[in-house]
């Protein structure tokens, strides 16, 4: 083999090599292309355009959008305005957020506690306890409100308050009221955080528990020293995920309420947005800086929430789960 | 030494007894529970089926004398049913077809090909679950309008980007693909077979259980979404059947029965995908919440 040749080969080697790497690099993006371009045209631009809308004033003119430069205007308006729409629809989100929040981790996870011990039926349980989340939200914001009407209207539940002797309840007209509505229809379509939880505590380590037993700790520390770490990442995981969408509740209010009746209670955050966007004229600067100052909301309290729990892992108990086919 | 073996004997006796009656108590709780859950939905059929008279009557009427189904008859004739049955389900079908599509294409680039820039941008895509609707909102109304594409395309087309919840769909798909072999598709490389075959011929059948998934759960969201309905379909022709549910239940005269025949017309695809798919549903919901 003279020298020439031998060159040649590996420059054909290394061709060959750099072409093999560029091909797959050039199917990646291909493959990817559709999700790269989605993020790119209908997630990063759009809210880059909202954020350039946030510092207009637009009005609409024989039907085309004529936008004028007014600076931080419409956020100055949402801080300082002391009875801006704003200030009460993000009060009335942010308290919705945080107790339903915390409503349905919990609840979720009693009930998983509950379904997780072996008995017959477990099985057909957890499909009764899942069914409601596949039901379309407005169907069951309707049935809810079949059940919680008043009396007048053939709300069984306040019937049924009456049979027993306690007065009857606005469950939709009163401003508190309707607030524990929503935690109740909530709380009926949380089965898919149930299944969950049901999932993630099988893979709680038996042994551990029995070691406790045995050493004559009782159900709480159980809970406390080995259920609760073992499922901290997920709960954590539907803590954000809950929280994000207990923000953009929508279907509920505007079933229930127009315009959040009563007393703009139930005026949460998207409602007020797509109001300000598509309803009222010449608000649509404004909606995009409430937009985002929601999102940095958002942003904040997901930070804060991966701030204090170190151990947001999804990795770690990947290898172990074997449910994946 | 005997009488304290029987005296243990006895409190491990009375100690198994005690947890005997707890675990019968929670499991009278969970039934309790579980009835409390599955009423509204039987409310939801009786409403279907009761007769006006029988809808507000008190005491309620639990189960009907005889099933009313000229509710059903009285209901869709309110709404332009079979106009909007189309609607759904021309926005519906694609949708689902194009999230399968796109969703398995990143889910493979993700998982099996090595790109440059590839974590930058996974982690781009999956952020966006975190993302608020209302910061896209306009600026997407506005891109739709100027394309001419507000209507039932701007309903269909963020399923074609891995857009609009999708992102979700990525990271399970990513996640099943990963726990593919990778000497798989080196075998069939070796053998000459392109990027796209591998995924076709390869991939494809290995995950069929979770594209199942994927598709199952496009299906519900899609046929439930009302937000985004609200926001593009304008005229009344294109409105789709949980809009229509949504006016004759905002109407002056309701008619109770009728609307809970409609609710349970707009429910019912809902539920048959669920009892058929039961199994791909608890398994994609356990994956998607934990790995998600």
Known sequence: ?325 | MAATAIMNYTSIQKKKKRAKAINTGLILLSCLLAVVFAFPLYWLLRGAFVSHTEILARPPVFFPESLNVDNFRLGLERIQFLRQLWNSVSIVVPYVIGTVLTTSFAGYAFAKLNFPLRGMWFVLVISTMMLPSAVTLLPQYSLYTSLGLAGKPALIIPAFFCAGGNAYFVFLLRQFFMTIPIELSEAAKIDGAGYFRIYSRIMLPLIRPAMIVVALFSFINCWNEFFYTMIYLKTEADYTLPMGLYIVNGMRIPNYEQVMALALVVTAPCLVFFLIGNKYFVEGITLTGIKG
């Not at chain 1, 042994?207 to 609760?228: P, R």
């Not at chain 1, 930070?303 to 990947?318: E, I, N, P, T």
């Open chain 1, 1 to 325: 083999m003279n020298p020439e040749s031998k060159t040649e080969t590996a420059a054909v080697y290394v061709k060959k090599h750099a072409r093999g790497v560029t091909k797959e690099a050039v199917a990646g993006y291909l493959f990817a292309a559709p999700a790269i371009i989605g993020f790119l045209v209908l997630t990063l631009y759009p809210m880059l355009a909202s954020l350039f809308y946030s510092f207009h004033k637009i009005t609409i003119m024989s039907g085309s959008q004529v936008m004028e430069w007014i600076g931080l205007d419409n956020f100055r308006y949402i801080f300082t305005n002391t009875s801006s729409e704003f200030k009460k629809s993000i009060t009335v989100t942010l308290i919705y957020a945080f107790i339903n929040v915390a409503l349905v981790i919990t609840f979720c996870l009693i009930v998983a506690l509950l379904l997780n011990r072996k008995f017959i039926g477990r099985n057909l349980m957890r499909a009764i306890f899942f069914l409601p989340s596949v039901v379309p939200m407005l169907a069951t914001t309707i049935v809810w409100q079949m059940l919680l009407q008043n009396q007048a209207k053939g709300g069984l539940l306040n019937w049924i308050l009456l049979q027993i002797g306690i007065a009857p309840v606005d469950f939709l007209t009163d401003p508190i009221r309707i607030f524990e509505t929503m935690f109740i229809m909530s709380l009926w379509t949380c089965g898919g955080t149930i299944v969950v939880f049901i999932a993630t505590l099988q893979d709680v380590p038996g042994e551990l528990l029995e070691a406790i037993e045995m050493d004559g700790g009782n159900a709480w520390h159980k809970f406390l020293k080995v259920t609760y770490p073992t499922i901290k990442p997920v709960l954590f995981f539907q803590l954000i995920m809950c929280m994000m969408t207990s923000i953009q509740i929508y279907t509920q209010s505007v079933v229930l309420s127009r315009n959040g009746a009563p007393d703009r209670m139930t005026y949460f955050i998207n409602v007020m947005i797509y109001d300000h966007s598509f309803v009222q004229v010449g608000m649509r600067g404004l909606a995009s800086a409430e937009a985002w100052v929601v999102f940095l909301i958002t942003m904040a309290i997901t930070g804060v929430l991966f701030y204090f729990q170190g151990a947001f892992k999804r990795d770690d108990s990947m290898g172990k789960r074997k449910k994946v086919r």
